[in-house]
């Protein structure tokens, strides 16, 4: 994913001096070179002379390849713990925090030429990310970072990846962005970055904080874990920033920072931004964006109740920043289509709409969303991921079969898993009548789209922008819009279409 940038030489009083400003207590053991030419977490990537961290990861303890590292060439190690190993190692207090702000060190520290904009949240990261990058951009040139890829400057967007890349990825991306012209940059930061400070390296001069619901608990050891994971954004964000803050969630009623603009978005007058006489379509919707003594047009081309509060999480950000709310409004009447979220693939002669909804809230969302804007049925596929927090299945069954008027249950990526185990603990506990497991997802989709009728829409759930299904440990190809492309053809300029959630 990540672009092929050079990493600057850095001498290693530059080193000790990062490490000392971040409080990791660094200590060598051995005696250090003058210079590393580059900083690598893989062993397998080392060059001669370069500075190799030792992470302790969920899976794998980095400790372990410090030898490998040292017969790679490594001049030196980054440990929370020195190893028998005949090499100089510096000790710190947290590897993983160290290893965020060597990267960002070893980029020539981009972030500091850079507006940075950190978005967490359960969902709607991606379509805020998106919507600020844009705004943004009619200040001068931004980039964006996320689970859709790296937006360019140009509007291109890179591969998808992780939501936020390992820390010298993303410092590596965002001097990309920055020499490609950048002058901000939004990030979608999650919570297995948060808590594995893989953006400790950065300060940001916003934040923002969507929705909050049950994800991850294959990571995160229970709910509030995960709450307090998307809180340590607060600690990076810099003196005098911005914080823009969902009103209508109640998790994060206690966002409050010191020394900085918080600004409250929500469906209440009491928020420093809401929609007024709002006007939800097939197509979008319309409303009067409103501030304390100030309101300004907004016909958003992007469908659903929920991407009304994406887009005001985006223009609290920009509002924050200065930006007059009648060129907030413009820029979000012209914001174009986001990949993979609540994506329009055909209006004739059946509406088709793919959609990243992959957990228990967005699933819902989703659907309740289209039932508000189609006349006929709802016909709708949905899988859950293999490898993942296994207590959602029932949950998101169970909501695909109150919502949907024809319920398909399918494969998402099963992973090592069997996909006809994920199918039936989706249906634990339902009616037989009340859905039907179709495992082979294209046939899925095929079944779906053979029972529409003109009236009706077809959701496609779970995998959105993405254009492969990992099986087993294999990433094979699979793209929903060829897909219904080959199956339905698409009415013309139907990829033109207005689309977009998260």
Not at 25 to 35: F, K, L, Q, Y
Not at 323 to 341: D, H, K, Q, T, Y
Request: proline share 7%.
């Amino acid at each position: 994913m990540c672009r092929t940038l050079p990493q600057q030489k850095t001498t290693n009083g530059q080193v000790e001096r990062r490490l000392d400003e971040a409080g990791l207590d660094p200590r060598w053991s051995g005696a250090p070179p003058e210079e590393f030419p580059a900083l690598r977490s893989d062993s397998r990537l080392i060059g001669a002379g370069d500075l190799f961290c030792a992470i302790p990861g969920t899976r794998v303890d980095g400790h372990a390849f410090v030898e490998a590292a040292g017969r790679a060439g490594a001049a030196a190690a980054v440990v929370e713990r020195v190893t028998d190993v005949d090499l100089p190692q510096l000790a710190v207090r947290d590897a993983r925090a160290a290893v965020s702000h060597l990267a960002a060190l070893f980029a020539g520290d981009p972030g500091e030429a850079l507006r940075l904009v950190g978005i967490t949240g359960t969902n709607g990261k991606s379509t805020t990310c998106w919507l600020t990058r844009w705004i943004l951009e009619d200040a001068g040139p931004a980039a964006a970072l996320g689970t859709l890829g790296t937006v360019s400057v140009d509007g291109t967007v890179g591969a998808p990846g992780l939501t936020t890349p390992d820390p010298i990825d993303l410092a590596i991306e965002l001097a990309a962005a920055r020499a490609s012209g950048a002058e901000a940059a939004v990030l979608e930061v999650s919570s297995h970055a948060l808590d594995q400070r893989r953006a400790d390296g950065f300060s940001f001069d916003a934040v923002g904080f969507t929705s909050f619901s049950r994800e991850h608990l294959e990571y995160h050891p229970d709910l509030e874990a995960y709450r307090k994971a998307k809180l340590r954004l607060l600690e990076l964000l810099a003196p005098g920033g911005v914080c823009a803050v969902n009103d209508d969630e109640p998790a994060w009623k206690e966002i409050a920072p010191q020394n900085a603009t918080t600004l409250r978005y929500g469906f209440e007058s009491t928020a420093d931004l809401w929609p007024d006489r709002l006007d939800l379509y097939a197509g979008g919707a319309r409303f009067m964006l409103r501030a304390p003594g100030e309101a300004a047009a907004v016909a958003l081309p992007l469908p659903a109740e929920f991407n009304v509060r994406n887009a005001l999480a985006a223009a609290a950000i920009a509002r924050g920043f200065g930006m007059s709310l009648e060129r907030i409004a413009a820029r979000l009447s012209a914001a174009p289509a986001v990949p993979g979220r609540m994506e329009v693939l055909s209006r004739e002669p059946v509406l088709v709409v793919r959609d990243f909804a992959h957990n228990p809230d967005s699933c819902e969302r989703a659907l309740s969303s289209l039932r508000e804007i189609v006349p006929g049925r709802v016909i709708a596929l949905l899988g859950c991921g293999g490898d993942r927090d296994p207590g959602k299945r029932p949950q998101m069954g169970s909501i695909l079969a109150r919502l949907a008027d024809v319920a398909i249950v399918t494969s998402d990526n099963p992973r090592s898993e069997d996909p006809s185990e994920i199918c039936r603990q989706m249906v634990a506990g339902l009616p037989p009548d009340s859905y039907e497991i179709v495992v082979d997802r294209r046939e899925a989709i095929a079944r779906g789209l053979a029972e529409a009728g003109p009236a009706d829409a077809v959701a496609l759930l779970g995998k959105g922008h993405e254009t492969y299904q990992i099986i087993g440990g294999e990433r094979l190809p699979f793209d929903e819009r060829r897909i219904v492309e080959d199956l339905l053809p698409v009415s013309p300029g139907a990829s033109d279409l207005p689309g977009g959630t998260a």
